[in-house]
């Protein structure tokens, strides 16, 4: 089973064995949606993958697992921002208090590094511009190759649910990353 902590596996003693590819699970959530999709995907990952809110993620540039999977709900077209994330707690969600594109701009270029992104958006309707693709864009300029296209999960409305089947996809798509890694 994938762990939830704050930390990364800097520390040998936590790694799991040598054969077993290591994973960040990096999300941003103001209802939990995007954290139950994140650690559905972790599960899909298996036991080398850490689940963390981004909050309490380490910075971008300590990050040395051989993935890094980052995941964000959709705002205004594309990742958070403070104005963004106000306006869900004003509507009854939680502001994280930081975002996906704070940790990202924090971060320096480095080159040989691997990622993969995922958003949750509403279906119905589905509005042009993700999270999952503006996160993509910013590894990239990173030095990231990104190793699957962009997924997106669906929620029915701005607080969720998920969409039926979602979590499971989530599975299966975290154990088609672990397979490319
Ligand atoms: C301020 C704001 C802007 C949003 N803009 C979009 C959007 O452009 N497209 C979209 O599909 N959903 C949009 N949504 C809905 C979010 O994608 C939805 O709240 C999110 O998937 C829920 O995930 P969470 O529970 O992890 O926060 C927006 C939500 C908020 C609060």
């Known amino acids: 089973m994938p762990t939830t902590m704050t930390v990364t596996r ?17 999300h941003e959530s103001c209802w939990g949606n995007t954290r139950l999709v994140a650690e559905a995907i972790a599960q899909g990952l298996g036991e080398g993958a850490t689940v963390v809110g981004v909050a309490s993620a380490p910075p971008l540039d300590q990050v040395h697992t051989d993935l ?3 995941g964000a709900p ?32 924090a ?12 958003d949750t958006h509403v279906r119905r309707p589905n509005l042009p511009g993700t999270a999952s693709r503006a996160a ?8 990231f190759e990104i190793v699957r296209e962009p997924e997106v999960f669906w929620v029915r409305g701005m607080e969720g649910p998920l969409e039926e089947g979602e979590l499971a996809r989530a599975r299966a798509w975290g154990a088609e990353l672990v397979r490319l890694l």
Not at 14 to 24: H, M, W, Y
Not at 83 to 101: C, F, N, V
């Open 10 to 26: 800097s520390d040998p003693s936590t790694l799991p064995g040598r054969d077993v590819p290591t994973a960040l699970v990096v």
């Open 68 to 70: 890094l999977v980052v």
């Open 74 to 105: 959709t705002h205004a077209f594309g990742l958070s921002r403070p104005g963004t994330r106000h306006d869900a707690s004003e509507r009854g969600g939680t502001d994280p208090g930081t975002g996906i594109r704070e940790w990202l701009e």
């Open 107 to 118: 971060a320096s270029p480095a080159a040989g590094r691997r990622a993969a992104t995922f």
């Open 136 to 143: 993509a864009r910013r590894l990239r300029h990173l030095g």
